[in-house]
């Protein structure tokens, strides 16, 4: 495995973006096509755009940062490891059922919520847990990356996903919802599939190896004996001479040398890569766990309430109000809530920075709990924080992409190119079109912003626009389980450290069986 495999894929993708802005002119819609002509990118711009995307997009950095640095602080406590190991008990047999659940929930939860980089508060978690049940990096992988962008492709109320494909063709949140289930219920059934075939020729692969091993120990060993017989009876012969002695007990200590070699290469045991990920094994087993499973509870109970679209889905102000009242609640004259709580919107509509301060809280009270001392938490923190410096160096790099896309706004002209292909709607050049403004722009918001405006302008027929919509959302989660921009793919593959083509060779099956799918339901939609 190379080293920094992946910030080499996605700085070679910056460059490839900087050469396109040379090749092709720039071009943007305003109430039609508009030709800029070439808006090159320059040489200081390598040096300008990092800085610039970290401007806007640094706080999913920091949020990545301080996710590493309150794992690397509950890795100092004994009692969140005897967690982890109770749960792998309790999976004990149904290992499979359980990855299976884990899928289910995460595309759930990213379909309604939108929860695609909140969901990565729990991935380091779900990470130890994978890997103590036995599984490889790879099938953990296919098990975050994967069920997060299935739950994109079937994405049914998480506005965050979808606003501008309800703003800009001008439809309903819930339309073609049923659709979108079918969509999220495939991939995951896919998901399940292709892990659980993985996992077959995993094992397979093994057991193949252990065989020969086997072989090779009993070829070693009868090698050995062969030896050892050839060697006893050599010293019987030249036993009567001084010399021939003296030969034979060389011949001897070097056999018992090279034994003894033998025996320690069989015998080493080596530190696996997983083990970085998994805390420390405690001496005792008595340690209480109920506080962590409390605190766990209350830290998903609130990403989930925080980011479910209440008032924009739901049409459910509930949260609203209860804001306000709070916000306006005063003692003696003096606002008391507002000035203690500072800015805070309400349930709904809350960022991710905004649970930084819940994992805050949430370490302060672990840390009191177990009695953790000070300088364990800041020495926890920092070297949690060390473990996701590479994620976080990625999400500035991606929306390095996005910056250089948003400046140098060349892709319109290729789909402009491709969308005259045909008149009007047409399933496979839309496709094209998705797939390619999925890679150029790592946020769903711009991908659509790209290039749905001119679609709408160039298809009259707005009875379409449903279809349109199902194309360019479940497209965009397709593609995000490969394309070199994907957030949440970089991170957890930089994370992993699984190199960006061993993480081609195994999802490859699924993004073209899924391809072929939603073809065929986009091809029924438009005849229906």
Sequence with gaps: ?????????????ILVLMLLTWIFPAAYYSSGYVDQGRVQMGLFDLINYPITSLSYFGYIALFVIVVGGFYG????????????????AKCKGKEFIVLSIIMVILAVLTSICGLQLGLFIFFPMLVSIILLMGYDKIVTALTLVGSTMIGIAGTTFAYSNTSLIVSVLSLDITSEILTKVIILIVGLILLILNTFMYIKRLELKNSQEKKEEKKAEIKVEEEKSKSK???????????????TTKSSKKDSKAAEKEEEVIVVKETKVETK???EYIPTCSESKKHKIWPFVLTLTIIFVILVLAFIP???????????????????????GFPIFSKLLGTF?????????????????????????????FDDVLDGFAEGAKKVLTPALMVILIYTCLVITTYHPFQLTIYHAILGITDGFNVFTSTIVAGLASIFNADPAYT?????????????????????????????????????????????????????????????????????????????????
């Design 1 to 13: 495995m190379k080293k920094h495999n992946t910030v080499k894929v996605v700085l070679i993708t």
């Design 73 to 88: 602080i509950l890795h100092k406590i004994p009692a969140y490891r005897n967690l982890l190991d109770r749960f792998v």
């Design 229 to 243: 017989a050839g060697k006893d009876a050599k010293s019987t012969k030249v036993s009567k001479t001084a010399k």
């Design 273 to 275: 890569e997983e083990d």
């Design 310 to 332: 209440w008032s924009s889905s739901f049409n459910n102000t509930a949260f609203d109000t209860a804001t306000e009242a709070v916000t306006d609640f005063e003692l003696f």
């Design 345 to 373: 919107t309400a349930f709904g509509t809350w960022a991710i920075t905004d649970m930084i301060l819940v994992l805050l809280f949430a370490t302060l009270l672990l840390t009191l709990v177990y009695k953790v001392k």
């Design 448 to 528: 659509f912003q790209s290039v749905l405006p001119y679609l709408a302008s160039i298809v009259t027929n707005t009875e379409n626009y449903p279809i349109i919509g199902i194309v360019f959302q479940s497209i965009y989660g397709l593609f995000m389980l490969v394309a070199p921009t994907s957030v949440v793919l970089m991170i957890i593959l930089s994370y992993l450290k699984i190199s960006y083509g061993k993480w081609l060779k195994a999802i490859w099956k699924l993004f073209v069986e899924f391809l072929v799918i939603l073809l065929i339901i986009f091809t029924i939609l438009v005849l229906l």
